[in-house]
């Protein structure tokens, strides 16, 4: 079974802190993802990452960062955070492939609270 | 660009009732299609997906949906719902050559005794 894990499920920060939020994947996945999910907007792509070190801006990437050092890991960076970032953050990956029917796996989700 | 548009954002049926759940897209080249649930507090989980092939697909618990390149359509359907189907569904679309999903807003289904 595809396990994507999620550092924390419920994460409380104050305006202006950094915040950290870290997923791993254990099937040798090439592609992580990084949605937010906002009630009656679905889930909004932040961030991509195809390869170790390499990412793509998703379609909401302001206010937010990546890093992707080894392949396992993909990590979002909320570089001050602010309270319309209060939200439910969901970690996906899926094998690499452009042909399009590649399964996306999703992580529990970090719900994060910006005071 | 690609969209999706999911009719309704609650549905509520009695158990044992009919499940339909609208999903409509928008795309210029034909797209895989997919169907997630999520329960309370938890992640997404595939229900079905459309790659190519038979335009009916079967997914898990039960749960089907046929695409209608016609209608843009790709509809989910479960004949007889059952109170452990009340969750959230989304509908999500990618073209080829795009790594990421684009999903619908989404819709929660009640099911009542």
């Known amino acids: 079974d595809v396990k994507v894990t999620q550092s924390s499920r419920y994460l409380v920060k104050r305006t202006g802190e950094k915040v950290f939020l870290e997923c791993v994947q254990d099937?040798?996945?090439?592609?992580m993802f990084w949605y937010r999910q906002d009630p009656g907007l679905g889930l909004r792509l932040i961030y991509f990452s195809y390869d170790v070190k390499m990412k793509e801006k998703g379609d909401i990437p302001e206010g937010y960062s990546v890093s992707r050092e080894k392949k396992e890991r993909f990590s979002l960076i909320l570089e001050s955070a602010s309270t319309n970032q209060t939200s439910m953050y969901l970690c996906?990956?899926?094998?690499?492939?452009?042909?399009?029917?590649?399964?996306?796996?999703f992580g529990p989700g970090t719900r994060l609270l910006v005071l | 660009a690609q969209s999706v548009t999911q009719l309704g954002s609650h549905v509520s049926v009695s158990e044992g009732a009919l499940v339909l759940l609208r999903c409509n897209y928008s795309?210029?080249?034909?797209?895989?299609l997919f169907w997630y649930v999520q329960y309370p507090n938890q992640g997404l989980q595939l229900l079905l997906k459309y790659t190519t092939g038979a335009t009916l697909v079967k997914g898990i618990n039960g749960f089907e949906a046929e695409f209608k390149k016609s209608e843009t359509s790709f509809h989910l359907t479960k004949p007889s719902a059952h109170m452990s189907d009340a969750a959230e569904y989304f509908c999500?679309?990618?073209?080829?050559?795009?790594?990421?999903?684009?999903f619908g807003s989404g819709t929660r289904l009640q099911v009542q005794p």
């Open positions: 099937m040798d996945h090439e592609n």
């Open positions: 795309s210029s080249v034909p797209p895989y």
């Open positions: 996906a990956s899926s094998k690499a492939g452009l042909a399009g029917g590649e399964t996306q796996y």
């Open positions: 999500a679309v990618r073209n080829t050559g795009r790594r990421a999903l684009t």
